[in-house]
C-alpha cells in the first residue's frame, strides 16, 4: 500500500499535485488520470521554455537511455524528448525500472508549480514511449499493491490524498458505486456516462457517448449541446470567447442550477454553490462547464471534489 498528498493548486484549485522522487531528485507533479505517462522538465529544455521555480530532471547513475517520447494532450498541450529507465518513488512504493519522460521541448511554455506531469492510466505500457519497456507507473506498481486499484479525494482549498492499493472507509459515506471501465481505451480512465440533470429536471438522452475520469482537467467539458442547455437556465449568462460568464451575483442570490450526471445508476450532483470557476470581473464570474464539439465528455476536478 501507498499513499501520497494531493495538494491544490495556488491559483483557483486549477490542478492537483504530489511528491515523487526520481532517481535522487524530487518533483511536485500533476497528478493525471486521463493519461498513462510520466513526464519531467529536463536540464535539455531551453530556458525560455519554463517559468520559475521548476525542478528540472538530470538523468544520474540510475538513469539508462530506452528511446524517446512524445505525448500530446486533448488540449493539444504536450512534451518530448528522450526516455529513461529510472527508480521512482511514490508515497512509499518503489518502482526501479520505470518509464521516464525527460523533456526537451514542450508546448505552450511552462509556469506553475509543477515540474511534470504523472499519468496514471491502467495500461501496462504507455504507446507515448517508443521502447514498451519499462512499462508505465500503474502497469509496473500494480503487482505491489493489495489491490489492483488506486483513490482519489480531492478537497477545496486545502489538501488531500491519493491512496495505492486500499480504500479508505473514512473517505466515503454510503455504499461505492462502481462503474466499469471502457476495456477498449486503456491510457485513461473511461467510462459510459447515462443521463444529467439540471435543476430538476432529468434529460431524455445520455451526457456523451463515453466519458473521462480526468484529474488533469479542472472544469467539466461536455458537448456544447448540454452546455447550452444548462446555461439557457441561468439568468444573464453568455458565452464569450474566453468561456461561458454570468453575472457573479446569481451565486448569492441562489440562481445557478446544480448539475448532475448519472454514472453506474446513482446520480452524482455538483452543487449549485460550486457551479463557479473563477471570477473575471466586479461583475462576472465564469463557469465550470465548457463545452466541446466533440462527442467526449471531460469529468475534471470541480465534478470530482463535489461528488
Known sequence: MASVIASPSPNYDYGYYSSIQVGSQSFEIHIDTGSDALWLLSNQLPATATGAGHTLYTPGPSASQ???FKIVYDDNSGANGPAYADKVILGGATVTSQAVGAASSVAPVVDGMNSGVLGLGFASTSSKFSS???GSFMGNLKSQLASPLFTVDLHNDATGNLNFGFIDSTKYRGSITYVPRLAQYTSAWLVTPGTYTIGNTVSSGTLAPIALIDTGT???IVPNSVVG???AKVPGAF???SGCMYPCTNLKNNLMPPFGINLGGTVFTVAAS???SVQH???YCYGVL???TGTQAFLGDIFLRHI
Do not use: K
Open 218 to 220: 479542472s472544469l467539466i
Open 290 to 292: 465548457e463545452g466541446t
Open 239 to 241: 458565452n464569450s470567447t
Open 274 to 276: 460550486y457551479m463557479f
Open 281 to 283: 470581473n466586479a461583475t
Open 66 to 68: 530506452v528511446g524517446t
Open 229 to 231: 442547455e444548462y446555461y
Open 132 to 134: 514498451s519497456t519499462p
